[in-house]
């Protein structure tokens, strides 16, 4: 079985551009999130997808971020204008679809290693 | 929301000493406490976790205790080897899941 994709794998680009990410869940996860992990600090949530609907986007940090899910598949992650403090990793992470306790294993994707100079 | 504090930040042991790792959290509702490994240039892995209703789990070498009272919990690894250096992430979720800033673990061989 695949896991979470994502890509690319590193990003270098400079203040004020745009970067968008991409992540491939694992086929039939209904369940999407994404993570932003800043240098030595916590992994932080940004938001949730289920299907392609935003379930949860409290963590999102403001309206330069911006996260689709068309046709409940893959999801995109774009940063637009890019600012110095959105370095970071960014992860994916998928999981089934469900109400239960079964639902809640995350699988995560390797992460984009964003650098914003 | 939840806030999850995770201690220590770095911790060295010797081959086949044991190693722990204790977080905290803030929200009582919280029911879910996995437990994730991230080696070096990979993925975080999920390798434990616990929910609510249990005070104890073991796989192997790894075990994992919740305490709902004083609301923290905390990971095990006895015997450890090379290996198992990485970075460990606690976590704890009420209806999303909330991180702790991760503890660099190495093993000296």
């Known amino acids: 079985e695949a896991g979470v994709t994502q890509f690319p794998s590193h990003s270098v680009i400079e203040k004020g551009q745009t970067v968008t990410l991409r992540c491939d869940p694992i086929?039939?996860?209904?369940?999407l999130y994404w993570y932003r992990r800043v240098m030595g600090k916590e992994i932080k949530f940004l938001l949730h997808?289920?299907?392609?609907?935003?379930?949860?986007e409290s963590g999102m940090p403001n309206n330069r971020f911006l996260a689709e899910r068309t046709g409940g598949t893959y999801s995109t992650l774009k940063v637009q204008p890019a600012e110095l403090e959105d370095s970071g990793v960014y992860f994916c992470?998928?999981?089934?679809?469900?109400?239960?306790?079964?639902?809640?294993?995350?699988?995560f994707g390797p992460g984009t290693r964003l650098t914003v100079t | 929301g939840e806030n999850v504090e995770q201690h220590p930040s770095t911790l060295s042991v010797q081959e086949g000493d044991s190693a722990v790792i204790k977080c905290t959290y803030s929200d009582s509702a919280s029911n879910y406490f996995p437990w994730y490994k991230q080696e070096l240039g990979k993925r975080p892995q999920l390798i434990i976790d616990?929910?609510?209703?249990?005070g104890e789990k073991k796989d192997q070498r790894i075990a994992v205790t919740l305490n709902k009272t004083a609301k923290h919990f905390s990971l095990h690894i006895t015997e450890t080897q090379p290996e198992d250096s990485a970075v460990y992430f606690c976590a704890a979720r009420n209806y999303k899941l909330s991180f702790g800033a991760g503890t660099t673990v190495t093993v000296r061989a």
């Open positions: 086929s039939g996860h209904d369940n």
């Open positions: 997808f289920v299907k392609e609907s935003k379930q949860d």
């Open positions: 616990i929910r609510s209703n249990v």
């Open positions: 992470a998928s999981s089934q679809y469900g109400q239960g306790t079964a639902s809640y294993e995350q699988y």
